[in-house]
């Protein structure tokens, strides 16, 4: 995962993405000739591979160029390339397009007449399976205005503090951590998710130990105790993003980082997230991967569990399981069976036509200092109840904890070594989506096709 500069959000930072423009915007439409005041210009090539049929699929690559200097004022450059940027079709249509991640080269001189710059663009492809489709993206056009697009992607808050909606959804963040605390669906019986005992997404999470335990006992560390962490936030007409990173106020082990993208016009949004152990330490559990609901917004649960040692074309088998009728130990449905880097996990309520999953699709774990695998013990997915709550987690390390009657040496012999940069990374889309009783979970399993064979994106000349 690159790593990216902290902006530290003092300030009210109100945010409106293209706020209700289906009503009062209009896409940029210009003919071909208009298109010659763009002094720059460079050709993406987007070819569909796998066969699958691609429908407002979100694509993003690299370009570098040298954006001009305008009135001599280099703090203007991402303004600048934000505003003059266009993607145009092969029939000259403009396509909304978002140039983030602007990077320009540092070196340059303060009275340079242009600078070299490293962007990233995001856009969404329609192609039929096998097909290939060019774009052009045009920039350098001083006298350009502010393109504005429709789009059902709205956005407004503060700090990181924030209400995300499009046609599917409505997500608020909450006020002191910026960690999921409500979402809203949009279809089926349009219920609303909540948690009784605290935000909806709870991890990353981890157990800090103290030196002197069981004398003093240990405590959880979670990134809902972020505390008005550093911030930075992208937005436009594709996605809006926020990342939140910090040493968990209150102890100096658990360093964790979050990360959320959501998508116009899609029904799943993209989380990664990152710990690092910041001192040599010991811990009875790290986990992620969780979501937190009522207990009674679902009633069954399904999951694909394939996994990265399988054969090559073997994707293992979708299982499933009434979540009131199925074996337990303590509060885990199925014992805590499923293995820990499954393809796709499932919450649903196939009465009231609704469900939501997390599709796995990245997850590393390695010592940032050494560059050797950070420890796991006892690593597998959950799906548990507790206080009123239902939810998915991913272990790392879970170790037992003691019980009643346990003596001290014990207990401290459960405990796990972890090492100082010890990490963990992973990288999920969270979707909500209808359920369909003739063909249980395909909404999710049709995405996690998509999304783990994604477009191939080419700038051609390179």
Same mark, same amino acid.
């Given at each position: 995962?690159?790593?990216?500069?902290?902006?530290?959000?003092?300030?009210?930072?109100?945010?409106?993405?293209?706020?209700?423009?289906?009503?009062?915007?209009?896409?940029?439409?210009?003919?071909?000739?208009?298109?010659?005041?763009?002094?720059?210009?460079?050709?993406?090539?987007?070819?569909?591979?796998?066969?699958?049929?691609?429908?407002?699929?979100?694509?993003?690559?690299?370009?570098?160029?040298?954006?001009?200097?305008?009135?001599?004022?280099?703090?203007?450059?991402?303004?600048?390339?934000?505003?003059?940027?266009?993607?145009?079709?092969?029939?000259?249509?403009?396509?909304?397009?978002?140039?983030?991640?602007?990077?320009?080269?540092?070196?340059?001189?303060?009275?340079?007449?242009?600078?070299?710059?490293?962007?990233?663009?995001?856009?969404?492809?329609?192609?039929?399976?096998?097909?290939?489709?060019?774009?052009?993206?045009?920039?350098?056009?001083?006298?350009?205005?502010?393109?504005?697009?429709?789009?059902?992607?709205?956005?407004?808050?503060?700090?990181?503090?924030?209400?995300?909606?499009?046609?599917?959804?409505?997500?608020?963040?909450?006020?002191?951590?910026?960690?999921?605390?409500?979402?809203?669906?949009?279809?089926?019986?349009?219920?609303?998710?909540?948690?009784?005992?605290?935000?909806?997404?709870?991890?990353?999470?981890?157990?800090?130990?103290?030196? $002197? &335990?069981?004398?003093? %006992?240990?405590?959880?560390?979670?990134?809902?105790?972020?505390?008005?962490? @550093?911030? #930075?936030?992208? *937005?436009?007409?594709?996605?809006?993003?926020?990342?939140?990173?910090?040493?968990?106020?209150?102890?100096?082990?658990?360093?964790?980082?979050?990360?959320?993208?959501?998508?116009?016009?899609?029904?799943?949004?993209?989380?990664?997230?990152?710990?690092?152990?910041?001192?040599?330490?010991?811990?009875?559990?790290?986990?992620?991967?969780?979501?937190?609901?009522?207990?009674? $917004? &679902?009633?069954?649960? %399904?999951?694909?569990?394939?996994?990265?040692?399988?054969?090559?074309?073997? @994707?293992? #088998?979708?299982? *499933?399981?009434?979540?009131?009728?199925?074996?337990?130990?303590?509060?885990?449905?199925?014992?805590?069976?499923?293995?820990?880097?499954?393809?796709?996990?499932?919450?649903?309520?196939?009465?009231?036509?609704?469900?939501?999953?997390?599709?796995?699709?990245?997850?590393?774990?390695?010592?940032?200092?050494?560059?050797?695998?950070?420890?796991?013990?006892?690593?597998?997915?959950?799906?548990?109840?507790?206080?009123?709550?239902?939810?998915?987690?991913?272990?790392?390390?879970?170790?037992?904890?003691?019980?009643?009657?346990?003596?001290?040496?014990?207990?401290?012999?459960?405990?796990?070594?972890?090492?100082?940069?010890?990490?963990?990374?992973?990288?999920?889309?969270?979707?909500?989506?209808?359920?369909?009783?003739?063909?249980?979970?395909?909404?999710?399993?049709?995405?996690?096709?998509?999304?783990?064979?994604?477009?191939?994106?080419?700038?051609?000349?390179?």
């Amino acid at each position: 995962m690159q790593a990216e500069k902290a902006v530290h959000v003092r300030h009210i930072f109100i945010v409106h993405i293209f706020l209700i423009f289906a009503a009062l915007a209009i896409a940029d439409h210009a003919d071909a000739a208009d298109w010659a005041n763009w002094k720059q210009q460079q050709t993406v090539l987007v070819q569909e591979t796998e066969g699958i049929d691609r429908a407002h699929e979100p694509v993003e690559c690299e370009i570098q160029f040298s954006q001009p200097v305008r009135n001599a004022d280099q703090s203007t450059l991402e303004a600048d390339i934000s505003r003059e940027i266009r993607l145009v079709d092969n029939t000259d249509k403009a396509l909304p397009v978002q140039a983030f991640d602007i990077r320009r080269n540092t070196r340059t001189k303060a009275d340079a007449p242009s600078v070299p710059v490293r962007i990233r663009i995001a856009f969404f492809v329609d192609l039929k399976a096998y097909e290939s489709r060019e774009f052009t993206v045009l920039l350098d056009n001083q006298s350009a205005k502010a393109a504005r697009y429709e789009s059902d992607l709205s956005v407004s808050g503060e700090g990181v503090e924030f209400t995300v909606t499009n046609d599917k959804f409505r997500i608020l963040t909450e006020k002191m951590s910026g960690q999921i605390d409500q979402i809203d669906l949009k279809f089926a019986t349009k219920p609303s998710f909540r948690f009784k005992y605290g935000t909806l997404h709870w991890n990353p999470d981890f157990i800090v130990v103290p030196e $002197d &335990f069981p004398s003093t %006992g240990y405590t959880w560390w979670y990134a809902h105790h972020f505390d008005k962490p @550093d911030t #930075e936030t992208e *937005s436009g007409p594709v996605f809006f993003s926020v990342r939140r990173k910090q040493l968990i106020p209150g102890q100096d082990t658990a360093w964790m980082e979050v990360y959320y993208r959501f998508y116009a016009g899609l029904p799943y949004f993209i989380m990664e997230s990152h710990i690092v152990a910041k001192k040599d330490t010991k811990t009875f559990a790290i986990r992620n991967d969780e979501l937190a609901f009522g207990r009674t $917004d &679902f009633t069954h649960a %399904g999951w694909r569990n394939r996994t990265p040692d399988m054969m090559e074309g073997h @994707d293992g #088998e979708i299982g *499933s399981t009434g979540l009131y009728q199925s074996t337990r130990v303590g509060g885990h449905v199925l014992g805590s069976s499923l293995p820990p880097n499954i393809a796709w996990i499932s919450l649903a309520h196939p009465e009231n036509g609704y469900a939501v999953g997390s599709i796995r699709l990245d997850f590393e774990n390695k010592n940032v200092l050494t560059g050797e695998p950070s420890p796991l013990y006892n690593s597998h997915t959950v799906i548990s109840e507790h206080d009123e709550g239902l939810y998915w987690f991913r272990s790392l390390i879970y170790s037992p904890r003691g019980s009643s009657g346990v003596d001290s040496d014990t207990v401290r012999s459960f405990l796990v070594d972890v090492p100082k940069g010890s990490s963990y990374y992973e990288k999920n889309a969270y979707l909500m989506y209808e359920f369909d009783t003739d063909h249980p979970y395909v909404g999710i399993d049709s995405l996690w096709q998509q999304l783990r064979k994604p477009c191939k994106v080419k700038i051609m000349g390179d």
